[in-house]
C-alpha cells in the first residue's frame, strides 16, 4: 500500500538527514522534491501547493533552526500536515437514531462498489449486528447474483427483488427489514463507466426516499487522479458523507487517499485491501501518514493481532513455553492465527522501518501454506515428538505435502533453532508480557 509514494519519499528524507545545517535554501530544494514526488503520485496539483506551502510556513524559520535535529523536525512537520491532509481524525459511521441506519454506496462501475458492501456487512456483523445487503443495481448484469455470493460468504443476509425498480426496490427492503429486526442496511447501487443525468437522477431519488444515513462514495484507489475527479462531480450532484479506496493492495500510488478529502471536504471512512471479506480496514489519518512516510503502524498490527489471538490458547502456550513443551501442533495454530491477519508483506509493512527494507523484495506468500501442508502430512505423533522423524518419514512427508525432503529438513532446522531460542524464555516472564499487553 503507497509503496511506490513510501520509497521516493524515503529518498528524500535520505538526502535532508545527510545535511549537516538546514538552511531556508535547502529546505526549499527538499520541498521541491517533495512536489515532484507527490505529483509523480497522482496528488492533485493544488492540493500538492497548498500542502507544500504550509509545510514551508512552519519549516522554514525558529522552529527548525533551534531543533537539535533539523532534518527530524522538518521530517515532523511534514508528518502534521499529512495528518491534517488527510482529515487530522478518524470518522466513524453515523448512526440513524430510528432503525434501521441505511448505508448506500455509490460510485462508478467497476470501482468496487458490491464487494465492499459485502465487506462492510461482514464488518459490522462482526461488531454485532444484524445488517441487511439490498442488490440495487439492476444494471450491471450478474450483479445481484454477484451480491448474493458475497452475502452468503460473509453469512449476511441479501434482499433482491427482480420485479420492481432499484427505488421500489431500496423501499421494499426497508419494511421487510423492520419486520426482521434488521439493521442497518447497505444499498448496493448502480454504477456507469461515465457519470450521467440517468444515474444521479436515481440516486438522487433513493436518497430522497430513504434519508441514508451515510452516502459513501467507492473509489477505485489504483485509478490516482481520475478517482478524485470523479469524487468532486459525484459531491456536486449527490453530497456524499465519506468516501472508500478500494483495491489498495494494487500498484496504489496514493494519489487518490491524498486527494479526495482535499477536493471534496468529506473524510475517507474506509480502505479496501485484498479479496478477502475481512480486508477492509477503517481509515486512521495519523496511521496512514505514518505508513506513507515509512514509519509503519505499530497501533493497527496489534489490533490486528488482538482481533484473531484466543486468550485462553495465548496463556496455555505460554505454559507450554515455560516447560519447553512448544511443538508442532502449537507451531500449526500459529502460523493458523498468523493467516487471519492478513498478507505478510501487509503485515510486514506495519511494522516501522520495514517498508524501505523490503524495497525490492519479493515475499513468498506461499510459504506459510507449504508449512502448513508439511506439518499437515505428519502423524500426530510426529508432531509431538519430532524426534523420530528419521529419512524414511522425511520422504514420506516431502511426498504427501508436495514439497521437496530440504523443505522439511529446513522446517525443523527452523523449529530447532526456535526451541533453543524459547528455552531462554521463562513461562512466567511470557504471561507477564501477555497480561501486560492486554492492558495497552
Not at 427483488?161 to 431500496?170: D, I, R, S, Y
Not at 502423524?379 to 515428538?385: D, I, K, M, Q, Y
Request: glycine letters at 8%; aromatic letters at 4%; proline letters at 3%.
Amino acid at each position: 500500500m503507497f509503496d511506490d509514494l513510501t520509497q521516493k519519499l524515503e529518498k528524500v528524507f535520505r538526502r535532508l538527514r545527510g545535511m549537516g545545517t538546514l538552511t531556508e535554501a535547502n529546505i526549499h530544494d527538499a520541498l521541491r522534491d517533495v512536489r515532484r514526488v507527490l505529483l509523480e503520485s497522482d496528488v492533485n496539483l493544488q492540493v500538492a501547493r497548498d500542502f507544500l506551502t504550509r509545510v514551508q510556513e512552519r519549516a522554514v524559520g525558529q522552529e527548525v533552526i533551534r531543533s537539535v535535529s533539523p532534518a527530524q523536525q522538518v521530517i515532523k512537520i511534514i508528518h502534521h500536515e499529512l495528518v491534517q491532509l488527510l482529515g487530522a481524525e478518524s470518522a466513524k459511521l453515523r448512526v440513524s437514531s430510528k432503525p434501521p441506519t441505511v448505508y448506500m454506496a455509490v460510485g462508478l462501475q467497476g470501482s468496487g462498489k458490491t464487494t465492499f458492501c459485502a465487506k462492510l456487512g461482514f464488518h459490522l456483523k462482526s461488531k454485532g449486528k444484524r445488517p441487511l445487503l439490498v442488490a440495487a443495481d439492476l444494471q450491471r448484469p450478474a450483479a445481484q447474483e454477484q451480491l448474493e455470493v458475497l452475502a452468503k460468504s460473509a453469512g449476511v443476509a441479501v434482499f433482491r427483488e427482480k420485479a420492481q425498480g432499484p427505488v421500489e426496490t431500496c423501499e421494499a427492503a426497508v419494511k421487510y427489514a423492520q419486520r426482521n429486526s434488521l439493521d442497518p442496511l447497505i444499498l448496493d447501487t448502480a454504477g456507469r463507466l461515465h457519470i450521467d443525468d440517468a444515474l444521479m437522477a436515481e440516486l438522487q431519488e433513493i436518497e430522497r426516499r430513504l434519508s441514508p444515513a451515510e452516502i459513501l462514495f467507492v473509489a477505485d484507489g489504483m485509478t490516482g487522479q481520475d478517482a478524485v475527479n470523479s469524487a468532486k462531480t459525484f459531491y456536486e450532484r449527490l453530497h456524499f458523507s465519506g468516501a472508500v479506496l478500494t483495491k489498495m493492495d494494487g500498484d496504489a500510488r496514493g494519489g487518490a487517499a491524498l486527494s479526495i478529502r482535499a477536493a471534496t471536504g468529506q473524510p475517507i471512512k474506509f480502505l479496501s485491501a485484498g479479496e478477502k471479506l475481512d480486508a477492509l480496514e477503517l481509515f486512521h489519518p495519523d496511521r496512514m501518514a505514518s505508513r506513507i512516510l515509512g514509519m509503519g503502524d505499530v497501533v493497527s498490527l496489534v489490533e490486528k493481532a488482538q482481533a484473531v489471538v484466543d486468550e485462553e490458547q495465548a496463556e496455555k502456550l505460554a505454559r507450554k513455553i515455560g516447560k519447553q513443551e512448544f511443538d508442532f501442533e502449537d507451531f500449526l495454530e500459529q502460523l493458523k492465527q498468523l493467516k487471519k491477519m492478513g498478507s505478510l508483506a501487509g503485515l510486514l509493512e506495519m511494522i516501522p522501518g520495514m517498508a524501505g527494507r523490503l524495497k525490492n523484495t519479493q515475499i513468498d506468500e506461499g510459504a506459510m501454506r507449504r508449512v502448513e501442508a508439511i506439518i499437515l502430512s505428519m502423524t500426530p505423533e510426529e508432531r509431538h515428538n519430532p524426534k523420530v522423524l528419521n529419512g524414511s518419514r522425511r520422504r514420506r512427508i516431502a511426498c504427501g505435502s508436495g514439497t521437496r525432503v530440504q523443505d522439511v529438513n529446513r522446517l525443523l532446522e527452523q523449529y530447532q533453532q526456535m526451541r533453543h531460542m524459547l528455552k531462554n524464555l521463562k513461562g512466567n516472564k511470557f504471561l507477564s508480557l501477555r497480561r501486560m499487553m492486554k492492558t495497552t
